[in-house]
């Protein structure tokens, strides 16, 4: 049997003083932030807060404006569908300006067998930044009426 004999003290006192200097400047270098940063991100925030407040403003009026298109475009088709079967005017014209809500203007016009109408209103921001600003916007579509409500001739055949 072979006894072996512990390494001398001068390398296990060196050993143990690598082992817990290795750990610890890993850990002080990791955990020590970076000179000259300190209040960086406050001022990046400070910059970059307003811009996203600016943008999420536009996206909202963009929204509403896009609403209100799509509402007055289906307030003219609606209206155009009314006429081209035979409806009278003021059932149309009454039928678009409840689709397309308070304030709309509706304007109806004929060419032979086509009706045309266009429904325009104005659309303002209530309050906030942008109070007082309003976009006039119109909607219109076209229909060709019924053949027999032509009369003339101008709506009969196949297309």
Known sequence: MTV???APPAQCAHADEASRQAPSRAGRGARRPLRGSTGSVTAETAIVLPVVVLMVLV????GVGIGAQVQLESA???AARE???GQSEGEAVQSAQRIAGDGAQVSVGSDGAWVR?????TVGARGGLLAGASWDLSGSAQARREP????DGQGGGAP
């Open 83 to 85: 006429l081209a079967r």
């Open 148 to 151: 027999h409500l032509v009369g």
């Open 59 to 62: 996206i909202l009026v963009a």
């Open 117 to 121: 109408v266009t429904v325009t209103r």
């Open 76 to 78: 003219a088709r609606g």
């Open 4 to 6: 072996r004999s512990p």
